[in-house]
């Protein structure tokens, strides 16, 4: 059989596979299937299935479901509440995505809420109800209270809410009585013997509490003779025993009874300012039964003596009790007391000493306050009652040892530093140490001195002269260091040599005790007087001076005589107008020749002793006040027809014709010639305004400050020109009168506008004002009625006797320019009577010291006598503005040439600058 080839056999496919699983289980997801070509396998070149092996479809197309997301928190919600808590609320929403297709509900809260504000509200305060008083806080004392309170807490203040206004506890006083403490009675005998004098004697004391709250003790001692009781009247320290064991116990310190039960010794010291010491012993036996305290008190020593009538006040007092140690306290105390109106201090202190030593005080320091002290004397009745309230209190400071003590702890006490033994102590002599200090004290023969140091020797000799000497009457007492020496008495002007042997010449010349005015000769015994050259003795000590001047000794025609003290002088006096020339006579002064003698519009003639202003010509002179000056003679006006048709124009000092046109006017300016042109042909003038001038065919200005006729009399200050007028102005220190062209000074001392010290005047000048000095040298007083300096010297000073009387102070303000020989000022000496010294002469005094005042040479014032009176006049023009001051020496004499008084006249002239 032949092998045929193999038939083509095409493929087909399978049956389709199932879909896969979907890839999404919503939303549109993928599924796949497949197919294979193996239905049968294409063989033998036969064809391939036609179609796909892989199919893919969309499978769960329905949306998936979204879960709901939260949203961020919203801000908390504003609190509902502003205080005491409230609650605040915040929310979030399901949207972030919001839940769809089924899918679910965001989970959890879509609300939060929290407290807030929290803090209470604030809430005030209020008061509860007062309690009832508490009990007192004591039976009896001082300062015992009670109260009663209250609470803030109806209701309580909270939130910040306002406290409860006012107090929350009230104290009112308690009515109790006062406590006190130790014996309610005192009995004490005292015996002694106070200035030399020895008394025997007992006093009874009786306690209460007053209402201030001291113990107030009063004794009465009986049967006291005067010697001894008005000395007594200052001595409350005689019952201090009683006082400190019964003070009222105050500040948890406690009075001497609480401390000794009544059982103490206590020495006491007084020392007084003027040197007197008293000695105290008070011994103390206890209380009996009925609550007496028994003292016995021995008293020795000196007191200052205090008579009848005289005034003593007893000042409060504190005492300081210290406890030194056991058993032992120290009481000081530094008292005043008030006699005739003089404080007098005295020094008190004391040792107490007790057996108990266990107890002591419950501080190192206590204090002892006393008050309303009072001692007197019933002289009719020989009674001394003694009173004073005392108290009891903490020290201050309580617990320190005070200045002159050193703690020991062992107390604690307070031990004394013994000064005497270290650099403390500053006696002269002898230190005496004491609790607490010292004191120094003297030898016989010394007295302790003020500052309580130093001693000084006692001179006996005085303190006998007082009263009574050891010495005979014929005998003389010296004094030696600590003692004393009796000698033969020397006679008139002799004295005890040093040695005290002889008696030996006292040169009064030397120590002073002479009365001579001027010289001292000593002599055996006595001294002599001697007067200088020009005096002469008068009583047998005091030196007047001579006149020489009665003697005439001047030429009697041109000198005057000068009585100088111890001299004279002849003094070359020539009338006015002359000089005195180098041969010492008197001679004609040309006034001419001085510059500014006259004015510049005048003729100077000189005259014997004098001289003359004489004006050119064309003016004429006019006088106005106390000067002469040369007016302009106004031509035109006084002569008729002096030009042609009285065409005249003035001018200073003379006058000019004005000629009308057609004539000529001659060089004289006074004559026209020539022929008139016909009055038709005349050129019609042109008028200008008052004040202008026509000038260059136009009306122009007139100055008329600066025209030569008028610059000096329009204004009589500062002229100021003005379009067709002028102003007048006062410089400083002026004021414009009303009639507006005069100045007038402003008197700045008058209108309060100047200052100057006590010791200066204001001096007004002109156009302004000095302070100048007007105070007074030693030996000088102030008169309060006037500027003047009263002398007054003490007795026996021959310097200041030789001084002027008085002083008087004077002023005057001067315009510039004033010409020379113008009188100032006439002064006058004026005796006690207050009339005029007819014989008095004048003299400018220390010129040099006036010229280097206004730093001018020379001095432009001179001085003349005249009836009596000083003239001062001017020697010069004044045309400097200055302030100048002299001194002006003024004598007034007796008929017989004596000179009786004197008199400085201190002159301040001042010179303005301007001459108004």
Known sequence: ??????????????????????????????????????????????????????????????????????????????????????????????????????????????????????????????????????????????????????????????????????????????????CLVGPTQAFASVAGIINGVEFNQTFLADVIIDDDGYARVVAQMNDVPENIGYNLRHLISLISPVYWTSAYESDNAVNGYSLTDGFFQRETQVTYASGEILRMTHSAIGLDQNGVLHLSIIVRGEVPEMPPGTNIILQPYTEDYIQIGPGVIYGQSQRMITINGMRVPYAWNHTITYENQHLRMPFLVQTLRANGINVRYDPQQGTVTFEIGTIMEEGNPSNMCPYGFWLDSTGPYCRDTDECLTTQAQCSHVCQNIPGGYYCTCPRGFRMGRDQRTCSDIDECQSLSRGGSTCEHTEDCQNTLGSYRCHTKCGVGLQRSPNGANCID????????????????????????????????????????????????????????????????????????????????????????????????????????????????????????????????????????????????????????????????????????????????????????????????????????????????????????TDGSYNCLCPMGYRLQTNGISCTDVDECAERSATCHSDQKCFNTKGGYSCVDVSCPRYYSKDPTSDSCIKTC????????????????????????????????????????????????????????????????????????????????????????KLYRLTVQAQGYTDRNILEYSTEFVIYISVSSYPY
Request: a positive charge; hydrophobic letters at 20%.
């Open 506 to 721: 006292i040169n009064e010349c030397n120590d002073g005790s002479h009365r001579c005015s001027h010289q001292c000769y000593n002599s055996l015994g006595s001294y002599r007087c001697v007067c200088q050259q020009g005096y002469l003795l008068d009583g047998g000590y005091d030196c007047v001076d001579v006149d020489e001047c009665l003697q005439r000794p001047c030429r009697p025609h041109d000198q005057e005589c000068r009585n100088l003290p111890g001299r004279h002088e002849c003094v070359t006096v020539c009338p006015s107008g002359y000089r005195i020339s180098r041969n010492d006579t008197c001679e004609d002064i040309d006034e001419c020749q001085n510059v500014g003698t006259c004015s510049s519009n005048q003729i100077c003639q000189n005259t014997p002793g004098s001289y003359a202003c004489t004006c050119t010509q064309g003016y004429r002179m006019e006088t106005v006040g106390n000067y002469r000056r040369c007016l302009d003679i106004n031509e035109c006006a006084t002569i008729p027809n002096i030009c042609y048709r009285n065409m005249c124009r003035n001018l200073q000092g003379t006058y000019e014709c004005i000629c009308p046109e057609g004539m000529v006017r001659l060089p004289d300016r006074h004559t026209c010639v020539g022929r008139q042109t016909p009055p038709q042909q005349f050129y019609k003038p042109v008028i200008c305004p008052l004040g202008m001038q026509h000038k260059r065919g136009r009306c122009m200005d007139v100055d008329e400050c600066n025209l030569p006729e008028t610059r000096t009399q329009i204004c009589r200050g500062i002229c100021e020109n």
């Open 794 to 881: 003490p007795n026996d000073n021959y310097a200041c006797r030789r001084l002027s009387d008085t002083i008087k102070y004077q002023t005057l303000a001067l315009p510039k320019n004033l010409p020379m020989r113008i009188d100032l000022i006439r002064l006058v000496v004026v005796k006690n009577d207050n009339t005029q010294h007819r014989n008095s002469y004048f003299n400018i005094k220390d010129r040099e010291e006036a010229e280097n005042y206004c730093n001018c040479r020379p001095l432009p014032f001179g001085i003349r006598r005249e009836g009596g009176k000083g003239v001062l006049y001017t020697t010069k023009v004044l045309d400097e503005p």
């Open 1 to 178: 059989m032949c092998k045929l080839k193999e038939c083509p056999v095409d493929g087909n496919w399978t049956v389709w596979a199932p879909w896969t699983m979907c890839s999404k289980s919503c939303g549109g997801g993928r599924k796949s299937r497949i197919r294979t070509c193996s239905n049968p396998e294409p063989r033998y070149n036969g064809r391939d299935c036609v179609g796909p092996a892989h199919e893919e479809d969309v499978c769960n197309l329905a949306a998936c479901p979204v879960n709901g997301g939260w949203s961020s928190w919203e801000s908390w919600s504003p609190c509902n509440e502003i205080c005491g808590g409230g609650i605040q609320r915040r929310y979030r929403r399901c949207s972030n995505p919001t839940p769809r297709n089924g899918g679910s509900y965001c989970k959890g809260k879509a609300i939060e809420v929290q407290t807030c504000n929290e803090e209470p509200c604030r809430r005030d305060g209020g008061w509860s109800s007062w309690s009832n008083w508490t009990p007192c806080s004591a039976t009896c004392g001082k300062n015992i209270q009670q109260t009663k309170q209250r609470e803030c807490n109806n209701p309580r203040p909270i939130g910040g809410g306002q406290r409860c206004v006012g107090n929350n506890i009230i104290v009112r006083a308690c009515d109790v009585p006062p």
